[in-house]
């Protein structure tokens, strides 16, 4: 390998040190994994690798830089019976990023699938609704999973409605009994050879506990084992809890699929919302966009104002009442938080 630069994807990151499934043609070579820490000068450049990262790795004794071995890791999957760790590779570029979060530390996530149940727990609106706002600030697009269709027929296609309404695209399964799941995952093939421009597609899985994320991965990849549910439950227990992330390589399609499995978002742990400014809001709600601007008041804050557009559409039954409820209290959430407070967050 010696004088080769190699393109990879960053999977894993535990303790300075970064798994990196490397990718040949745009394709990954199953079962590879290599062992690389960032380079000296990101640390001076103020810049961290993250799991979703599109990397390129030099051989360390090539970069000019010494090949030390990092102490002790953290991640016992790397680490040898005892001690240190001889790392070879240097993460020398890292790939412009389509989006980067810091809870949980993930970069270039293109879907978000947001789960929630028809029944059993009890659906809760406000926790997919600022799901979809999460993913919009930052580019992601949202689909909307109504698990448990078995469950409830009719208040689970009552929820498909609110969000087609909304402008998501919507999937009505039950990934107990198995049905509906034909067409997620033929969606999840489709999206797999889209193409992002980044080299991979990939997704993450949130919702309230119980509504059946674990259950539609097992489902969806089985090709992962119990892997995923296994690490997600495992982790929820640990330290590590809403920082967790690893991104698995995944069958879907053409194989272009990677799943970030991370307890982070179903954590709810953005539920501050400290990245987003009050008056963008609004821009967070998809079924809004075209109201803009068209509002009576400029300064309309779209919850009683006379002339509001986008209670107009409320009102003609174009926009879900359930999602403007949701953006009433997001918006009191947000105004409880002194502005500053809400940058020191
Ligand atoms: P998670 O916490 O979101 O990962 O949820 P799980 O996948 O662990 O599912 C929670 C419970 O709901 C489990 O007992 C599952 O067997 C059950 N479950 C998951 N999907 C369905 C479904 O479509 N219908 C029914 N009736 N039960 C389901
Ligand atoms: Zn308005």
Redesign the pocket.
Known sequence: MAGSLIRGIISRGVGGLYAVRPVFDGKYEPGTELLARARGSFRIQNITPLVGDVVTLAPADEMNEQAEPVHGTADRRQRGKKGDVRVDWVISEISGRKNSMIRPPLANLDYLFA?I?AA?PEPDLLTVDKLTVIAENYGIESVIIV?????DRRRAAGIADIYSLAGYRVFT?????GDGMDGLAGFLGEISESGTGKGYVSGAFA??????????MTHLFPELGLAT?AV?RKTERGRHTTRHVELYPTDAGNGDFWLADTPGF?LLDFTRFNFLPTDELPYSFREFADSMGKCRYRKCTHTKEEGCAVLEKLSRGEIPPSRHESYMKILEEQRSVPEWKRKQM
């Open positions: 789960v149940p059993s698990n448990k269709a078995d469950l399964v039950s990934a107990e009994t919702g309230a506990s119980g509504a059946g994320k674990s259950t539609l549910g997600s179903s």
